[in-house]
């Protein structure tokens, strides 16, 4: 292993540079205008698994965005980890408040970063993590070290609902057959405080539609006597919470997991500095569900968030127009037990149930993802812990997050193996965010710790 | 008269033409990219002026769009009118609802206008109408027969608050000195219903901006945990109406002027069918204040309307984002007696006031403007209700407008004289919507009444 470590330390700038020319290609899957470069950042990771010698690489076409696929199987009677990723990115909006291009990635040095942090779409979320595995393998197998077989499943589709995905998993499953699914698309607490994720939040996400008159109307001729679909649209969404900030939706709260008080006890003792996290937003004051502390509330609690709203006149100056139609893209985080597909035909009743008269509503569901939990008695968890360990040198702490891996439910399902989250990024990388970041410190240890994983992972199954 | 009659009969196409080149012009006055087209549209009011026979035409510059001016004294002696107009005119978006080009004016044939209506932006509001009164004198100066002082004033401003307007007035009392002030910028009941508008709603309208977090956020990871600005804003938008519809923001209705039963009676009588509004409009219920009908809502009522929104991801597909932002446009249509200015303070003071701890609002005043009556026992209002008698053949109706223009109050304020609001539009013209249309029925009566109404003014001034 120190072979290993050495050839890591010997070939740092090398991979970072490489990680830069990923970066710069814009593989934004939500929008159709960036077909060319999706595919053209799946031949480059095909490209990179090739160069780190990898086998039987291939860019495996789907009807939406390819999925890379490559493995190395040093010997079927050893355990068979499977790596998935995501090559795509989200959308860059709103450019204009990136400090460098968003794909144009630059070193900058920051507070938590002192080391500097790659800044770029996609840094953190999730090609240079991702891009930690290739170069792990690389070092592993340029140094005869793999002590266990390795299956790559690269997607570009996960910011849209991996939808394709899902049927691939369908259709291969013996080419994916494996005893764990190993994914780093997480994060830790700090970069002094390693933490593995033991929990993620599923997602339901809907867009809504609220039409009042047929057309545009003089808002002085008609204001007053018809329903402004925007008022009507805000008056909706403001229903959907009540003065403690539960949500409204009629049976949304039936199948959420209620966690035991010692549960959430232990969970308060994960350190959280809740000055500290108020002054790195901006903000005078915390806003949630009553009855649960903030880290509760972004992780073992559902939401309900508005995540775009549009409609009228929205240009300079002023027009006094009103409406004939207004939107919003509206998205719920679910907690273990929730159904995503039964929290959206809930949603879209609910919604059509509080429409008044005057106007028309259309919701119509854009992806989901179910919410998952990773036991921590498993040899994968511990696997992932005893790593930590070797690279951090202290106990990785488990931890519940509040964001959504909606294909690792699938997973469990379509290829019966379980997942560990075992990421590198840190919350305030600012992924989907302007000014994604991801630190070098923590592209460099997942580097040194995913040979570790394999290691130990290994030496448990044995 | 008649030689006048015969000369508009005889030159109706020309006049079609020429008002066909003047909506070609983009004179958007709320967008600088138009600057240069408003420019010319000010060189073109003026140039048909001076070919209309009218003296001392000059196009006066202003700190923002210039304001055309023109006069024909015929005789001291004679009484004086001023015509008020604007050339400028609404943005035209949503653009991809027109059904032709905003400025590529058609004629085409409705339901309402069997005999054709102009479809372009403007065509209504107001070039259409301002057109009217440069063909009515041109009829009337051709024939000899003009039997009173005219004096034009045709502003680029209106659109955007006629800021420049008002310092225009007071600079140059003496030049715009007056008896009244002729303005045709409303609409009758219907082409077989002709009215006089004598009340017109005033304006207050803010921007409003809510800040959450400092930067646009994850919404797995910190949603739940941090307030979501549009969440926020939907939040505070519908707390200013309460469940009857009345508007929350206080003192808002302390000012009102509330009309007679005897009065809102003699309302009620003016020809309304609410099946044939909802019809048109595409919509099951109307929907505003409790306790009054539609047609006081839209006219006797002071109203809140949201004319823009938006914020967070408003592009294809899903984005998971939790926004540093969400906007808003809301004006409200103010009626007699309530202050644009006192108005859009208290707005701003209750809306500070109703934010969370969680996030910052900003409260950004846009144009306003006064409500306005004008009475009826005047000789301007006989001498409309006259010229309308002797061109529809019926008494036409006093009607409240819904709409603005707010420079009448300043009128009578800095020119000491009242405005008379003889307007030959449609409500369903769509004017401020796309397919804004005006019938050729309608410009026509228009230019044929004018003339009428300066003879009864004269004869009624003896």
Chains 1, 2 share one sequence.
């Not at 595995?133 to 266990?148: F, G, Q, R, S, T």
């Not at 199948?255 to 005078?284: C, H």
């Not at 970041?437 to 394999?454: A, C, D, Q, S, W």
Request: with cysteine; hydrophobic share 35%.
């Amino acid at each position: 292993m120190q072979e290993v470590q050495n050839y890591i330390q010997a070939n740092k700038d090398r991979f970072l540079e490489e990680l830069l020319e990923l970066l710069k290609i814009p593989s934004v899957s939500a929008d159709p205008a960036f077909k060319n470069d999706v595919i053209k950042t799946a031949e480059f990771v095909a490209d990179s698994l090739n160069k780190a010698g990898v086998d039987n690489v291939e860019v495996c076409p789907t009807a939406g965005n390819p999925i890379v696929y490559g493995d190395k199987i040093i010997n079927p009677d050893l355990p068979t980890v499977l790596v998935y990723g995501h090559y795509d990115v989200q959308p860059a909006d709103p450019i204009e408040l990136w400090e460098s291009g968003p794909f144009e990635p630059v070193i900058k040095k920051t507070e938590i970063h002192p080391d500097g942090a790659i800044f770029a779409r996609g840094s953190c979320d999730d090609k240079g993590q991702l891009y930690m595995h290739v170069k792990a393998i690389e070092a592993l197998l340029a140094n005869d070290a793999l002590p266990c077989n390795v299956k790559f499943m690269i997607e570009g589709e996960e910011e849209v609902g991996s939808v394709n995905l899902g049927i691939f998993c369908k259709e291969n499953t013996e080419k994916l057959s494996c005893d764990v699914i190993l994914i780093s698309d997480t994060s830790i607490i700090a970069n002094d405080t390693p933490s593995i994720t033991t929990a993620l939040r599923g997602l339901s996400y809907v867009e809504v539609e609220v039409t009042g008159p047929n057309r545009d109307l003089h808002s002085g001729v008609y204001g007053g006597g018809v329903a402004n679909p925007i008022n009507v649209l805000c008056d909706m969404i403001a229903s959907l919470h009540d003065e403690n900030g539960h949500i409204t939706v009629e049976g949304f709260y039936d199948d959420v997991e209620e966690l035991s008080m010692e549960e959430r006890k232990k969970m308060a003792e994960a350190p959280f500095n809740e000055e500290a996290y108020k002054k790195s937003l901006g903000i005078d004051a915390v806003q949630g569900e009553k009855g649960y502390s903030t880290e509760e509330r972004v992780s073992i609690r559902p939401t309900l968030d508005v995540n775009g709203i549009w409609g009228g006149y929205i240009g300079e100056g002023a027009k006094t127009v009103l409406p004939s139609k207004a939107f919003a893209k509206i998205s719920m985080r679910l907690v273990p037990h929730q159904d995503s597909d039964k929290i959206t035909e809930l949603f879209s009743n609910h919604f059509n149930k509080i429409a008044p008269d005057s106007v028309k509503v259309e919701v119509k569901p854009h992806h989901g993802g179910a919410p998952a939990v990773t036991p921590t008695d498993t040899p994968e968890y511990q696997a992932a812990h005893l790593a930590m360990i070797d690279t951090f040198g202290k106990d990785p702490i488990p931890k519940r997050e509040g964001g959504s891996i909606p294909i690792v439910a699938l997973f469990e399902e379509v290829l019966n193996a379980k997942s560990v989250l075992m990421g590198f990024g840190l919350n305030s990388d600012a992924i989907h965010s302007p000014n994604e970041h991801f630190g070098l410190f923590n592209f460099y240890k997942g580097i040194e710790t995913i040979p570790y994983f394999y290691k130990h992972y290994a030496e448990l199954k044995k």
